[in-house]
């Protein structure tokens, strides 16, 4: 077994060097197992990261700080390392004119603002839609036009714009109606709205059939047909989208002579927006989207938006935002408007100038969060409950009656995370008999176009989403079929997505290493997310010290190496997984490497840093 002794790195360079080292030798090896772990306590074998590093250069060519060799390890190429190490709109954001119907949308709000049109902006009701709503209404204020707002009721209404909704606006005056992150499925109620005689413009990112609804305009780089240059950004959330939309609208302005007399708006001052909701949707982080977040959280830091500003508040944050609270604090409470209470409240708050109305919000927010968590831990437990029954499906999908469709999605990314398997909740409604699903998915595995196919044949009532999540109805008498059928399409691209799953680690550590100094050099490669994963270490040899149950179901840890160094850990929902029940009862007195997140817990009165664990093996 080839194996290097960890280091006591309190030098980020020097760690990140000697881990260059460890992978230069590892990949030597063809993926050889990281210290000889090919099946940890989670059943996963451990690797090195890969990415485009040049593992057969010399020895001195690898002094680069850690940040360098962080971004060489997510396949970032040599002469890209300075534009990715500060991802900035100017080094990423591609001109909006590529975009399908990008110039026909633009032209057609450019109209209403010049004719003074009344305009409704059509959201949804989870982040991304509240913000991509927010967005536009903003643009549309600084441009000195004011806009409406419909947010569908999630029980009453269900997702998507209704063709009822529609005309109902067109009625009460609207002449344009904007929806965003929803629409590109949309085909009855657009036709009702073509048919009332409104216009519609589409903003999306969901999936698109080959067929598109009608619409004065379609923006959504996954349009079927849309230029390479689109569909290389079909990563983007919807309100990446209407950023881009939001250019094209003040450039068409421009040509038209509008700011010769006013100002142009700052559209940088809406990238908090921009990154809030991409976070929070769970896009991509890598491309556009890294300098979106990158750029929205300096936007963020300054809190000139007062509904943002009184969420941060009302999220207990005593810093400026990270991107981890975009997902964790943040996010959460616009989403339980949409949940749980009111489906407007994310929008309001988002756009609100009144301080005090915004600290109403986003205490009301808060205290929805709370009653969604309750709710939340309701059906996961029933949820789970079923899953004995699922042992041999490639893919889990659970219902029941009575399960508030309103956290299904939550359970379903808590199961999926649980199983490693893409899993749908149902909730079923006992007076129609229909249920409302959500899905999650793993890397590799298309739920959204499974969905979309599903529906085609007939499955389900209505279905969509993307490759990661995705929703639907369906007749409750069809699910046992619709499991069979999703089953037989999919279970080939799970068990291989499942064989391919490692853990892929940047950086070894003896416990002396792990400093809130690495944790910031780190921290600096970021901003993080799905497509553009944070980094992980390996820290050991260790022993256990200590090890108890807190919260719900995470298990704490407090561990010693051989440097004499000791470190906290903890593991979150894990006390019940097969890792968990190992490291409380079957690890003291053994040797063990464990595998997580280096983070920093600032809640004393001095910053330490702390291990997020992820997986554990024996060193012994």
Not at 89 to 114: C, H, N, T, W, Y
Not at 126 to 131: I, K, M, Q, S, Y
Not at 300 to 319: E, P, T
């Amino acid at each position: 077994m080839l194996s290097f002794p960890a280091v006591d790195c309190q030098s980020p360079t020097l760690c990140g060097f000697i881990a260059m080292l460890y992978r230069k030798a590892m990949t030597s090896r063809l993926k050889v197992p990281v210290f000889g772990v090919s099946q940890s306590l989670s059943g996963k074998a451990w690797h090195w990261r890969g990415g485009n590093m040049d593992v057969g250069s010399e020895v001195a060519s690898l002094e680069n700080d850690i940040v360098t060799q962080l971004l060489l390890s997510r396949g970032v190429a040599q002469e890209d390392i300075e534009l990715q190490r500060n991802p900035t709109l100017r080094g990423f954001l591609p001109d909006p004119s590529e975009f399908k119907d990008m110039d026909a949308a633009a032209e057609r709000i450019a109209q209403a603002v010049l004719g003074n049109e009344a305009t409704t902006v059509y959201g949804d009701y989870d982040v991304d839609g509240a913000t991509s709503a927010a967005l536009l209404i903003r643009l549309l204020r600084m441009l000195g036009h004011d806009a409406r707002y419909y947010i569908p009721d999630r029980l009453l209404e269900g997702y998507g714009p209704s063709g009822e909704a529609l005309v109902q606006l067109a009625e009460a005056g609207s002449s344009l109606i904007v929806t965003v992150d929803c629409g590109a499925m949309a085909y009855d109620a657009l036709a009702q709205a073509h048919d009332a005689g409104v216009d519609v413009i589409v903003v999306d990112h969901h999936k698109c059939a080959a067929e598109l609804p009608i619409a004065a305009a379609l923006v959504n780089p996954n349009r079927l047909d849309e230029s390479a240059i689109g569909a290389a950004h079909g990563h983007l959330a919807a309100v990446g989208v209407a950023f881009l939309l939001a250019i094209a609208v003040v450039r068409t302005l421009r040509n038209q002579g509008y700011f010769a007399e006013r100002a142009e708006p700052d559209l940088l001052s809406l990238l908090d927006l921009v990154a809030l909701g991409t976070v929070a949707d769970v896009a991509a982080l890598h491309g556009l989207n890294r300098a979106f977040v990158a750029q929205g959280l300096k936007i963020m830091s300054r809190r000139d938006n007062v509904g943002m500003s009184a969420l941060i508040d009302a999220s207990r944050l005593k810093r400026a935002p990270a991107c981890s609270d975009l997902g964790f604090a943040l996010g959460p409470r616009i989403n339980a408007g949409g949940r749980v209470g009111e489906s407007t409240l994310g929008v309001r708050l988002l756009t609100t100038e009144d301080p005090d109305e915004a600290a109403s919000i986003a205490s009301q927010l808060s205290t929805l969060n709370e009653e969604r968590r309750a709710i939340e831990a309701s059906v996961q437990e029933a949820a789970e409950a079923q899953l004995a029954q699922q042992h041999n499906r490639s893919v889990i999908i659970v219902s029941g009656k009575g399960w508030h469709p309103g956290v299904i999605g939550i359970v379903a990314g808590r199961i999926k995370e649980k199983t490693g398997k893409p899993t749908l909740v149902i909730a079923i409604d006992d007076e129609n008999g229909q249920g409302k699903g959500s899905g999650r998915s793993i890397s590799g595995v298309d739920l959204g176009a499974a969905i979309i196919a599903a529906r085609e044949t007939g499955l389900l009532v209505a279905g969509g989403g993307h490759a990661m999540a995705a929703g639907l109805t369906i007749d409750e008498g069809q699910i046992g079929a619709f499991a069979d059928w999703l089953e037989q399409r999919l279970a080939k691209a799970v068990g291989m997505a499942m064989q391919e799953q490692v853990v892929q680690l940047d950086l070894a550590l003896a416990p002396g290493g792990l400093t809130p100094s690495l944790v910031e050099a780190m921290d600096s490669a970021g901003p993080f997310g799905v497509g553009w994963p944070g980094p992980r270490v390996a820290i050991g040899p260790v022993r256990l010290v200590k090890a108890d149950v807190v919260g719900t179901d995470h298990l704490r840890l407090i561990l010693t190496g051989r440097d004499g160094k000791s470190f906290k850990a903890i593991a979150f929902r894990a006390a019940e997984s097969s890792m968990g029940q190992a490291l409380l009862h079957g690890a003291q007195g053994r040797s063990l490497w464990l595998a997580g997140r280096a983070k920093i817990d600032d809640w004393g009165a001095r910053p330490q840093a702390e291990l997020h664990l992820e997986d554990a093996a024996w060193a012994d």
